[in-house]
Structure formats: structure tokens, C-alpha cells
């Protein structure tokens, strides 16, 4: 779906923030969001972090709703996980044009802004699916 993506976060919005799913780390998310705490890397994985064998994943508190999403949106934004400086550009979205239309039902930001080319875009997911090889690589 090449043509026709347009995107532009919307100042205060964090509709991405509260929709159900996981929020997968990179081994380089969890050093870079445990440093902006001031923590050790140990201790924030221990805190916030499920680990499978191929997969890190922030926990999810009871309320559903992840830790560091605040009033004033993410307490952690210069250290968020790749997965959500990537939103909406996930492989799934990028390739899919019903998928990307579907995103657009909760984020404003799709269908705002200007053209997006495909090449940047299917750049940010292709970091995705280096950064997420438990995810995307079978
Ligand atoms: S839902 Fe869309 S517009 Fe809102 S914060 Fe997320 S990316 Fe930005
Ligand atoms: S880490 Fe930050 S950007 Fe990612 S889901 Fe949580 S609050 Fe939102």
C-alpha cells in the first residue's frame, strides 16, 4: 500500500498508549529506559520487565494500563520502547492498507499531516522487525 499514508501525532493525544496489547522492549530499550530512571539495568527489568525466551515485555499492572503512561502522557518519552517510537509504522500497518485504516479508527493522527513516503515508512518498520526478531522472525 503505497500510496496515500499520511501522519502526524496529535499534540496530547496517547490513544496508543491505552489500547490492549503488549509493549515489547529491545535489549537496548531496557538499558536506555532503566538509565533515563537512573536505575540499574537489573533492577528495572526486575520491576517492569516479563522476560520469555525470546521476548522482553514491559509487565502489566492490574489497571491495564501501562506503568509509565501518566496524565501528561509517557513519563519515560525520551527512552520509550522502540515499539512505540515506531506506532503506527509497524510492519502489519505499513503493509496492509485495511490494517493501517483500522489504526486510523483510534489514532487521529493517521490521515493527518503530510504524505508519508513509503520508503520512510517501511524504513521505521523494518527497525521494528530488526529490533523484534522473537516477534517477526517466525
Ligand atoms: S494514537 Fe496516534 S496521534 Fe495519538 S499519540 Fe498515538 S500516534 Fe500520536
Ligand atoms: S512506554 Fe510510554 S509510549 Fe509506550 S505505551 Fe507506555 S506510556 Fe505509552
Not at 514491559?58 to 496524565?71: I, K, S
Not at 527512552?79 to 515506531?86: G, H, N, S
Not at 518498520?125 to 523484534?132: C, H, I, S, V
Request: charged share 25%; net charge positive; proline share 7%.
Amino acid at each position: 500500500m503505497a500510496q496515500g499514508m499520511r501522519f502526524a501525532c496529535q499534540p496530547g493525544c496517547t490513544q496508543c498508549c491505552r489500547q490492549q496489547g503488549f509493549v515489547y522492549l529491545t535489549e537496548q530499550d531496557l538499558i536506555r529506559a532503566a538509565e533515563f530512571l537512573r536505575m540499574r539495568a537489573a533492577d528495572f527489568e526486575r520491576r517492569y520487565v516479563y522476560r520469555t525466551r525470546r521476548l522482553l515485555r514491559l509487565r502489566t499492572p492490574r489497571a491495564g494500563r501501562c506503568h509509565f503512561l501518566n496524565e501528561d502522557g509517557c513519563s519515560i518519552h525520551p527512552a520509550k520502547p522502540t515499539q512505540c517510537r515506531a506506532f503506527p509504522f509497524w510492519p502489519e500497518l505499513v503493509d496492509s492498507r485495511r490494517e493501517w485504516n483500522k489504526t486510523g479508527s483510534y489514532c487521529p493522527g493517521i490521515g493527518k499531516g503530510p504524505l508519508i513516503q513509503i520508503e520512510a515508512a517501511r524504513a521505521e518498520a523494518a527497525e521494528m522487525r530488526a529490533g523484534y526478531p522473537g516477534l517477526y522472525n517466525g
